[in-house]
């Protein structure tokens, strides 16, 4: 059955017998003109296509995925036609046909191909001409200058011309100059210039018979000279030329709140439109490649599985990363980028830690070990105390110790420069020592195959050429990017994912397009700085005009490229306002809920595993018995057998059980501690014991002091200056600490945390209030009705003639509210000191009467430092400590009792959300 009309397109016939003579001059702008209109429909355009194949046309195409759907669509019509399908039809893209051509010329001259030949020539260049001050890196210039050659060559621009002026313009005129000197005489030349060099040898070739008939598609904005070639080509062969066609088709235009509510939308309509139409006549056109294609192909995997399953696949997806997005690839630079990268902890983590390699990939539990101990002993950099501080760990496991790792990492730290054959030897000899690659699948085999071709190429061209390692990695991943990577798979299996170049010209019945907004589509003015601004305007998509009317021909072509199209984009994104294309138009939108995967009704996602989990666990039309394990946790899980009664537990172990029982189970019984996140400039945990420590020291001496007649405040903060200064003096080589002392000492017109801290002691002091102990322990501390007994340490304890005792914890962190330490119990603290204090049981401090009190000092920044009373010493506690000590002490022989259930089951209420066991506890809060 024919497909429906898919738009009209325009079809330009050469008359071969009557050649139009009216050539634009070589270096003017070409429009191709000169042939007779005739207008067509789209599924006629592509049966004329087949048609002329049939009579041996040679057809020239944009694209490659063009000509695989026409070869695609003369394979199927032959075989309707019971012709043998693997003849196979004379189409192909035009820089295709163009290389075969000059090549059966048997040519004096061949292009550049190689990107490392053409930049080991610019390289020479460059080092014969600098630039103008100040200097780019080189290898970011040297492709720079690659890529402003080719638009200057496809679009007849001399690169050694022109009447503007400037340091960059003058100074690649001289770059081009001594460029295409080095290629002459290697009898080559750039090949952007190859259209330019067929158009002008085809009038001069003798028979005529030499070209076949020829039809042309597309192409109307191709460069100068390509199109001054179609022109020379249709003179001397006769050619038919069809332009694109525009479609006329009235999409549907769905607009999102946010991408992700437009992707699981897409996903939706995706599967919907599978039931009306064959997958492979689906497509998803993509505009932002950047944002959307790994974004729809994580999806597609959800709910659809791996993309590529031979004819059987899916969906097909485009090539939507380089050889430098490739795990393997990242694997195999590791080394280099370990010493490039200043020997960090992270990455020698991560060169360790990947599966790519075999040597390290069998001890990956013991591995990860290492970063632990990097962590806790405080080395971040340097391969040398990194290794030093896992050396014993290290000889366990490998028979040369660290020296295989090292040996891995060192030939790149060494300074100076190396011929790149050396470097190439010695990444090989690293990943042969480690066992590398280890290959996991079919595209980790393409990637590896891309590697070797690049190395291979890299040591072939620059074999001799000196490199710093920095230069050797820059150039390495400059190829890398060129290459794009993609399993292997078929036009007619699944629904097809394309980018926004690709749809031209294909046919299908349905299209998605998705992300339709302003600085996708149009694309940005593409940065050409050594371009004249008269260059720029003479390039495609070197000016806003140029893009906005590049942009227009596709989007016309969108419209001609299936009868049902839906375009779709997103209200916002990340908090910001989307602004639509300036071809969206608002005729037709519908705006779109937002859904939520698990609780309405979405096929497509609800293939999903995660989706499905989700609706197992919120869904009341679940079997009874997941709802009933839902609802009704099962407490018996968190029962065990009895635990040895503790003899004695810390306040900061009391406040576990107090707070949940599972984590005092788990941190406490088991073990389980949580790796610290590596916090850049000084962890808090560090910070407070610092403060911590400064203070203990300095109310020591300063209680020695107080001895002296006339004590004034400035003596003690002089002797609080020196403390802190003492204390942080010798770890100064690290620039924090020198931000921490100013930060606690302040500066003249601005005091710091501690000097703030000792004004408001010093006006406490002068109410009465004197310090008597500090750093005072507890070690015996009985709870009614608990075996266990209790141990802490009290940070300072004040005395005062007529208001008694009070004792302070301090506190560098939040401060815990008050009805966190006397409604829910939650922080044992200061009830822990009171009544250690109140029963005389602190060493070294006098048992107080019934006048005793506790409070925190909070000491975060020099604006949050206040002293916070929350158990006044003129009010009566007694009543309170009595009832603490009879919930202190039912949670603990509870918990020894055998019930260690989590605070979500035991009181039905939400986790914190910062507890670091909620992942092994069960909580669904």
Known sequence: MARKSRGCAEAYVGTPHKQDRRLTPPRRKRTLSGWKLIKMTNQDLQNRLLVLLEEGYTVLAETERFVHQIKRQFRLKRIEEGKPAWDTPRIFTLNRWMEDFWTQLWPEELPASSSFLRWQFLKDSLDETPPPEPPAPEVDLIHLLDESFEQCLRFAIDPSGG????????????????????????????????????????????????????????????????????????????????????????PDRLVYSDPEQEITGLMENLLIATKEHAPHDIAVVVCDSEFYSPAISNRLKDILGE??????????????????????????????????????????????????????????????LWDRIWREKGVENGIDPLLEAVRDSAEEIFPDGCSGIRAAIAPFLEAGAKIVSRWVETLRRIWTALQFPVLANELDRIAWDNLIQIISEFETVFGETSLSANEFFEFLTAAASRVRVQKSGFEDAGIQVLGRLDARGLSFSKIFIPGLLSGSFPQPVRPLPLLSSSERQQVLGGTIESQFAFARHLYKNFLAAAPRIVQSRPASKDGGICIPSPFWTEDGEKNIDPVIPWKHSLPAMQRARWVQQSIVKTSPWAPIESAKATC???????????????????????????????????????????????????????????????????????????????????????????????????????????????RLIGKPDRPGLLLKWLHAEWERMLEGWSWVAVERPFDDLEIDGCETRLKGRLDRIDSHPQQGLICWDYKTGRIPRRDEVIDKNNEPQLPAYLLALSRGNVTGALKANENCGAGFIELRSPGNMKHHVLFDPAEQHGPFLKDWEKDAGSALNSIFGGDVSPVWIKEGRACEENCVYRGICGSKS
């Open 163 to 250: 009447q503007e002026s400037g340091p960059m313009i003058g100074w690649r005129r001289k770059i081009w100059r001594s460029f295409d000197e080095r290629l002459a005489h290697r009898r080559l030349f750039h090949p952007a210039q190859l259209p330019e060099k067929i158009a002008l040898c085809i009038p001069g070739l003798e028979r005529k018979a030499t070209l076949s008939r020829m039809a042309f598609v597309g192409f109307e904005f191709a460069g100068h000279w390509e199109k001054y070639l179609l022109e020379e080509l249709q003179k001397k062969a006769g050619a038919v030329f069809f332009a694109l066609p525009a479609g006329e088709a009235q």
């Open 632 to 742: 009704e946790p099962n407490r018996s899980q968190f029962q065990i057998q009895p635990l040895p009664i503790a003899d004695r537990i810390s306040v900061t172990e009391l406040q576990s059980a107090l707070v949940c029982p599972a984590r005092y189970f788990f941190r406490y019984v088991l073990g389980l501690e949580e790796l610290d996140e590596f916090e850049p400039g000084i962890p808090a945990r560090e910070r407070g014991q610092n403060v911590h420590g400064i203070l203990a020291s300095f109310v020591l001496r300063a209680i020695e002091k107080f001895a002296e007649p006339e004590l004034e405040f400035e003596a003690l903060s002089d002797l609080l200056k020196k403390t802190i200064t003492g204390a942080i003096g010798p770890r100064l080589s690290r620039a924090v600490w020198t931000v921490e002392i100013e």
């Open 307 to 368: 993309p590529i399953r031979a004819q059987w696949a899916a969906y097909n997806l485009l090539p939507d990363r380089n050889l430098c997005g490739q795990g393997l690839y990242n694997a195999a630079v590791l080394p280099i980028r370990c010493a490039l990268g200043g020997e960090k902890r992270n990455d020698l983590f991560t060169f360790l830690r990947s599966p790519y390699y075999g040597s390290f990939s069998r001890w990956n539990r013991r591995l990860s």
